[in-house]
């Protein structure tokens, strides 16, 4: 079965940080750029960070952009999102998703698979 397991969700302070994980299993992600995307309560789902295939290309969403860092590891099969600096703001489920591309990109239609979801609040 393919899937993507997110990790590295939870509750943290304004100014604090969080690091997710986003894990393959039943497949490699050597070919597939991977997003991230988050969804806040009465919002719709937006586009945060992307990586392709390669790892040369990233790209941020502007209200993370500094903040946040996206990367991968193809020997362990898994993504990574560094954020820093987290603000209320950014509270969120946040889900990772692959596509089968050589580049990247913050727009969803083309994930072919996406991870479940991981909760992350941003409060004091």
């Known amino acids: 079965q393919l899937q993507l397991v997110e990790s590295g969700g939870g509750l943290v302070q304004p100014g604090g940080s969080l690091r997710f994980s986003c894990a393959a299993s039943?497949?490699?992600?050597?070919?597939?750029?991977i997003g991230w995307f988050r969804q806040a309560p009465g919002k719709e789902r937006e586009g945060v960070s992307c990586i392709s295939s390669s790892g040369l290309i990233t790209k941020y969403a502007d209200s993370v952009k500094g903040r946040f860092t996206i990367s991968r590891d193809n020997a362990k099969n898994t993504v990574y999102l560094q954020m820093n600096s987290l603000k209320p703001e950014d509270t969120a489920i946040y889900y990772c998703?692959?596509?089968?591309?050589?580049?990247?990109?913050?727009?969803?239609?083309?994930?072919?698979?996406w991870g479940q979801g991981t909760q992350v609040t941003v409060s004091s």
């Open positions: 998703a692959a596509e089968s591309v050589l580049w990247c990109t913050l727009k969803e239609g083309g994930y072919d698979y």
């Open positions: 039943g497949f490699t992600l050597d070919y597939y750029a």
